[in-house]
């Protein structure tokens, strides 16, 4: 039986930030994460947004959806309780998170414009809002809008501008996995294709059942993302209970990036707003729709949502083109059902050790300081804290081959031969990057395009796809037809060519 002082439950950003959080004291952690790579659930889904101000402010309507009714706020104070946790995230992901783990970002002022009566008065709520807590904010005329964004309708009435706080445009699956590798450095396990089972106490301890076998524990964290809930009632330690809902997103190809310059959005109500957003890749995010579902774990899409938040974003910058859509995919969002503000960071009152932790957006954003006031909370409940004297807080990234100079290709070729063999041309990701998120831990397609992006471009993998299917199964040393898109049940190819015509030949076809 395996053991740790304390046992994490979910590979997405709050388990994978409380690891390295613990992993700078003298505390034995183990993470499980029942899929194949962290960041696979809620988190790689998100916005990868990392913001304040107006952009929380935007956020907070867009939020609205989960009130009973549906309507806006009438004021920001449900979200400004917690000791302003959303801020002081902001404020230690700029001054040392991005340094430390070499996560790369894209600061970006916010725009939110107003093409109708009734987006006209959501922006003026918000400057009200904005007025009232002091934070700065400027408003534009029509003019002035179509001077700093020209391609923005012309019907544009008026502006709410933040270009003193904006807000960091990230990759967020890169965000976990930079996180995550940097809390394996300073000693954390991580049981990855591991599913909690059960849960059970002996001697004191807490005993985890999992696929894996059981692991023996003092505390427990429940980071399960969208089976937080699931996972609670399991341990008989629920006493919440959560809302889900649906976010639809378009991502434009890198060939329109620069249509706009900033975050441009107009809010049109709760769950509603046509969002554009330039990210640090060069592509273009659109985003419109919040829809509320009954299954935490509803990724369908909708060829109506599409044309739907596609035609919206169209109103905002009327010359965007349909041709130039290349993915478009739909996610999970969660909320308490007690306060779509919430941040539930609690003890079960059945367990003063099992600590149920479900963090609603911006929680990226946020989870840097509910981390740090979580491993207090921990301590108040008797987890000995004792600073280590060689925990390491940096990490490097894979270097990326697109964006470095000639002079720094030819060394790394140098280095190493497969640099200079071009894998995914939509992205320029090489072989040697490939191979590397492999020694990282890259395990499946999705794992290696998180670290690498081979197969986000254009093409969406159809050229890079075969290529990197064939370097996974040489460098895991198993068969073609074991690799898969994103762990079981999604194989990518079901048989070798001669195993099927001997299938073909037993049917007598």
């Known amino acids: 039986m395996q053991e740790a002082q304390v046992l994490i439950i979910g590979g997405g950003a709050v388990g994978c930030m409380l690891a390295r959080e ?3 004291y003298k505390v034995d952690v183990i993470l499980v994460e029942k899929m194949p790579d962290v960041s696979f659930g809620l988190s790689k889904a998100s916005n990868g947004y990392i913001y304040w101000g107006l952009m929380w402010q935007i956020s907070a309507v867009l939020k609205s959806i989960a009130l009973e009714g549906g309507e806006a706020p009438p004021s920001t104070a449900a979200g400004l309780k917690k000791e302003g946790w959303c801020r002081a995230g902001y404020e230690l992901w700029k001054s040392s998170l991005f340094a430390e783990l070499d996560i790369p970002y894209r600061w970006l002022p916010v725009l939110n414009v107003a093409t109708d009566d009734t987006e006209l008065k959501i922006l003026n709520l918000l400057e009200a809002q904005c007025k009232d807590l002091g934070w700065p904010n400027r408003r ?33 699956w890169e965000t976990v996995i930079s996180v995550a590798e940097n809390a394996q450095q300073n000693g954390v396990k991580f049981m990855l294709n591991t599913e909690v089972t059960g849960f059970s106490h002996k001697g004191g301890f807490q005993i985890v059942e999992t696929t894996k076998g059981p692991i023996k524990t003092e505390f427990i964290i ?26 639809h997103l378009i991502i434009m190809d890198k060939r329109i990036g620069n249509i706009i310059n900033r975050f441009v959005g107009a ?49 905002v910058v009327p010359s965007l083109s349909r041709r130039d859509i290349i993915a478009y995919h739909s996610v999970s969002r969660v909320y308490s059902a007690r306060d779509p503000e919430e941040f539930i960071v609690e003890f079960s009152p059945n367990n003063p050790r099992f600590m149920n932790m479900v963090f609603r957006m911006p929680g990226i954003s946020a989870a840097p300081a509910i981390i740090r006031d979580a491993v207090g909370m921990l301590a108040d409940h008797g987890l000995p804290l004792t600073k280590k004297g060689d925990f390491n807080p940096y990490r490097k990234r894979i270097p990326q081959f697109s964006t470095l100079s000639d002079e720094e290709r030819g060394k790394l070729i140098a280095q190493d031969p497969k640099y200079g063999h071009v894998v995914c041309r939509c992205e320029t990701v090489t072989e040697g990057e490939i191979v ?74």
């Open 436 to 509: 590397e998120a492999i020694r990282r831990g890259a395990t499946t397609l999705d794992g290696v395009k998180f670290r690498t992006r081979a197969g986000m471009g254009r093409c969406q993998g159809g050229f890079c796809g075969p290529r990197v299917v064939e370097i996974l199964a040489r460098e895991l040393n198993i068969k073609p037809t074991e690799v898969t898109k994103r762990g079981s049940g999604s194989r990518i190819l079901l048989h070798e060519t001669k195993e099927l015509s001997k299938v073909w030949e037993g049917a007598n076809l």
């Open 140 to 172: 534009l005329k029509r003019e002035e809008v179509l001077s700093l964004e020209p391609n923005v309708t012309n019907k544009v009435i008026a502006g709410l501008y933040d270009d003193e706080w904006g807000f960091y445009s990230t990759y967020p």
């Open 267 to 315: 809010l049109a109500g709760p769950g509603k707003v046509k969002g554009l957003c330039p990210m640090q890749s060069g592509n273009l995010l659109l985003s419109a729709i919040y829809t509320p579902t009954n299954m935490p774990h509803d990724l369908a899409t909708d060829k109506v949502y599409l044309d739907t938040m596609f035609s919206w974003c169209q109103e």
């Open 222 to 247: 429940n980071a399960a993302g969208a089976d937080s809930l699931q996972v609670a009632k399991m341990a008989h330690a629920c006493d919440f209970s959560l809302q889900f809902f649906k976010a």
């Open 22 to 24: 613990l992993s700078q």
